[in-house]
């Protein structure tokens, strides 16, 4: 059941009522039902074993780390644990990965001649979302950040939270466990707080990112017909997309999650303003990028293998410098994770992931020479025109890796790449062709508006909430911005008997 179906919003209508009806005590109770009900009616039923199955090995080693004195014991129950969950996720989502990589090594002659033969496995709904969140807690009671659950039930609540488990954000334990368990009064400021961040997520879902994707889909379908400039304009139209369908997608599930009276992290803040790659990726997927810093990047540091490596490049290239090359390594790792956990598949380890490893390093490594430039030009570190470019140069780099995720295959985006730069045709952009891909000139001028309402409240944002900003208007205003969003979506939005909306982007990771 999809979180943008008529039939989910009834459904949730009916649990916000029913929730703030029973008696507080078991509120909890019946997010765990409610939960298990929603994955049940996902997918196919059977999947639910997977999810239980990690909830309980990880709920037993986490009682079992906390009961043991033995540090190898600790560290022997952590090991296997941590194995059985990311062997259960290799398996389901990248076995066929694997298999790809060797048919395309054997294929030029690396090897034997031998094929495999993919497998068909069905995934279950949200699996590396579920799986960081359980290894998290995991590795919080391991390091003593967090102490155990130890009402299995309790636990389950937070493997299964249902408005998460479509495509996030990533759980920490220590910061739910009191809101999930704990009773819930109604509150008419949180739960129509939380329905207004659901309106603004329908929005970006159903008003911009599913216009946006006819448009891409068309030059992605037939590069070879729309090579040239189609290409960065079909490029660019899909960064909007993706960030209209991800980020819309975290407005609804934390707008359903806060008129339950419950908190989630936030997982983007204006990411497109960015004016650096680091400073993207702490603004985009943030639950993702601190999870992998927390639980891969530091720990690697930690170890006597990079304590070492540090060691070598501070005697070589000076304590500076040395220190800065020594945590490329690391780094190099974390890039690799952050790819593969977009997908099974090179274009997302590169595009996603290793391309952006390369910009950071390339960046710190040309440091001197960009001070050199700005001493140079007379540009100040609150000077506009260097603020503009670097989220422009920021916002292209990431456009250029969306161009993989977004291609059939790494091959494919190659070829796309290909496709841009040997055709010249920049009279498309102006003599009419672009409304060919999709989108006659109203449906573009509607988008266009969409994304400038966009803009505008995404530059509000860098200063306040927008929700607070309105509410302090009076009652006409208020309501007329709200009701003019919500009938937008109604009259504007894709949606209906006769055409299905697509589902969210990351649901399938």
Not at 60 to 89: H, N, P, R, T
Not at 396 to 407: D, K
Request: aromatic share 20%; proline share 3%; charged share 15%.
């Amino acid at each position: 059941m999809s979180i943008t179906s008529f039939a989910f919003l009834c459904s949730f209508a009916a649990v916000l009522t029913l929730y703030y009806l029973i008696p507080k005590r078991v509120q909890w109770m019946f997010l765990l039902f409610v939960s298990i009900l929603y994955f049940l009616t996902a997918g196919e039923p059977w999947l639910l074993f997977y999810p239980a199955a990690a909830i309980t090995i990880v709920y037993a080693g986490a009682l079992y780390i906390d009961g043991v004195k033995e540090q190898k014991k600790k560290k022997a129950a952590l090991s296997l644990v941590v194995v059985f969950c990311l062997l259960m996720l290799i398996i389901l989502k990248y076995c066929n990965f694997g298999i790809y990589t060797y048919n395309a090594l054997a294929m030029r002659g690396f090897w034997g001649s031998g094929l495999l033969s993919t497998v068909q496995l069905t995934i279950p709904l949200g699996i590396s979302f579920y799986t960081l969140a359980l290894l998290g807690y995991l590795f919080d009671v391991y390091y003593e950040i967090a102490k155990p659950q130890r009402n299995f039930f309790k636990f389950a609540l937070f493997g299964f939270y249902f408005p998460v488990i479509v495509s996030g954000p990533i759980l920490r334990y220590r910061n739910m466990e009191e809101q999930l368990y704990a009773p819930h009064k109604m509150d008419f400021k949180q739960v129509t707080y939380g329905l207004q961040r659901m309106v603004w997520g329908f929005f970006k879902k159903l008003v911009i990112a599913e216009r946006l994707a006819l448009v891409v889909a068309s030059v992605y379908g037939d590069y070879r017909t729309y090579s040239g400039f189609y290409i960065p304009v079909a490029v660019i139209c899909f960064a909007f997309q993706l960030y209209a369908d991800f980020s819309g997608g975290m407005d609804i599930v934390l707008g359903l999650s806060e008129a339950l009276g419950i908190r989630v992290a936030e997982n983007f803040r204006t990411p497109y303003f960015s004016r650096s790659i680091q400073e993207f990726w702490r603004r985009w997927h943030i639950t993702l990028g601190e999870w992998l810093k927390d639980y891969l990047f530091y720990p690697l540091l930690r170890t006597d293998t990079f304590g070492r490596l540090q060691e070598i490049c501070k005697k070589r290239f000076g304590k500076k410098t040395g220190k800065k090359l020594a945590t490329f390594v690391p780094m190099f790792f974390l890039w690799f994770a952050v790819g593969m956990w977009h997908g099974g598949a090179w274009k997302f380890i590169v595009g996603s992931g290793l391309l952006h490893w390369c910009y950071i390093v390339g960046g710190e490594l040309l440091t001197p020479l960009w001070k050199r430039i700005k001493v140079f030009f007379h540009l100040g570190a609150d000077s506009l025109f260097l603020k503009a470019w670097q989220q422009l140069r920021t916002f292209l780099l990431v456009c250029a890796g969306f161009l993989f995720f977004r291609a059939e295959s790494f091959s494919e985006g190659c070829r796309m790449y290909a496709a841009m730069f040997f055709t010249w045709n920049p009279h498309i952009l102006w003599d009419g062709s672009l409304l060919t891909l999709g989108l006659d000139a109203i449906e573009a001028a509607l988008a266009v508006v969409a994304l400038i309402v966009l803009l505008i409240v995404s530059v509000l944002q860098q200063k306040e909430g927008i929700r607070d900003r309105i509410a302090r208007r009076n009652i006409v205003i208020r309501w007329v911005i709200w009701y003019a969003l919500l009938f937008g979506v109604i009259l504007f939005g894709y949606y209906g008997p006769e055409y299905s909306a697509a589902e969210f982007i990351y649901q399938g990771f």
